[in-house]
């Protein structure tokens, strides 16, 4: 069984030199990427390789960490930006058996973005492009973003929303208080960053993006980011925000859902029940997930699926998606 991981991230000297110069209550993440996780995220050779290998995933689909070029300037957003893709598609052509990639989009250059997501997906064949939510206090809904989203549809490519920290206004309201150690946990990978990511794609929802753009699909981490099991309550929201469709049509019909390395089956089969066995996704979020003793694989013949469900979560779907394999 072939094993694609879609959100499995590296980290290069000059975009951790763009965050350094940053002032410190933008984004105080810098401590997440360090020791051996930062070692890790530097690799793109070798060392990448034989864990993969020991964990079972065959083709890894690259993404440039959190929180990517958001809060950068548009001047250094975009110049990072075409040099991260370019070293994306030089590591992909280097082994293309073993990685694809997602692009790194300049936000805050917004006017250049949707060419520059264009160039990355026909000329240096990216996959879609990984968003990492707000950029600076503008949320993912704002005017300025809706041309991405044109050309994410119009080329048949989607767009990964993955966390970032809660800007700094809404980390002093409700996740400070215990420390600085329990600050930035609670404010990132232990609660934030998963609420931050849930409420931009419900503000795309919101918006009327999909309805502007019925093609367009997002994928959204750790199991739809915590937005994804109050479907239900989500549900409600129709009566008020006058949408085209219910919000739970929305999630099946633009919607993919990645395990993003927490390998838990309950929430593998509720995940199955909101949007269905075709919009299921692998991924392991390496480096931050990583388990020794074939985790991944593992967790993928473990699961509670026909062959056919596997190989559709472990690999299909996303070929399918990508335009691999025929079927929409």
């Known amino acids: 069984m072939k094993v694609i991981a879609i959100e499995e991230h590296f980290l290069t000297r000059d975009v951790r ?4 110069a940053l002032p410190a209550e933008i984004d105080p993440t810098q401590s997440l990427h360090l020791g051996e996780i930062e070692e890790r995220l530097d690799d793109l050779g070798d060392a990448r390789l034989r864990l993969m290998d020991e964990t079972g995933v065959d083709i890894q689909v690259l993404s440039l960490t959190t929180p990517g070029l958001h809060n950068l300037e548009s001047v250094k957003s975009l110049e990072l930006s075409r040099r991260i893709n370019d070293l994306v598609a030089a590591t992909i052509a280097h082994r293309p058996d073993r990685f694809q990639g997602f692009a790194a989009l300049p936000t805050s250059a917004a006017k250049e973005a949707p060419g520059e997501l264009e160039r990355c997906v026909r000329d240096l064949g990216l996959k879609g492009a990984m968003l ?44 400070s208080g215990f420390g600085a150690q329990v600050d930035l946990a609670f404010s990132t990978y232990g609660f934030g ?48 925000a006058g949408l085209a469709r219910s919000i739970p049509d929305y999630m099946r019909q633009n919607l993919y859902v990645t395990a993003s390395g927490m390998f838990s089956q309950p929430y593998l089969h509720r995940s199955i029940e909101i949007v269905g066995i075709d919009r299921i996704l692998f991924s392991t979020d390496y480096p931050y997930q990583y388990r020794p003793g074939g985790d991944a694989r593992r967790f993928l013949e473990e699961a509670r699926l026909d062959d056919a469900g596997k190989n559709k979560f472990a690999h299909a779907n996303w070929e399918r998606l990508i335009g691999l394999i025929p079927g929409a």
């Open 132 to 175: 990492h939510g707000r950029t600076r206090d503008k949320n993912l809904d704002h005017s300025d973003f809706w041309p991405i989203f044109e050309r994410a549809a119009s080329l048949h490519v989607p767009l990964f929303i993955h966390p970032q920290i809660p800007q700094r206004a809404v980390r002093e309201a409700y996740y």
């Open 17 to 20: 030199e763009a965050w350094a």
């Open 193 to 240: 960053w998963h609420c931050e990511a849930g409420i931009q794609f419900v503000r795309l929802l919101l918006a009327g993006v999909f309805d502007r753009y019925p093609d367009l699909q997002i994928i959204l981490g750790h199991w739809g980011e915590v937005v994804l099991f109050y479907v239900e309550r989500l549900a409600a929201l129709n009566r008020s």
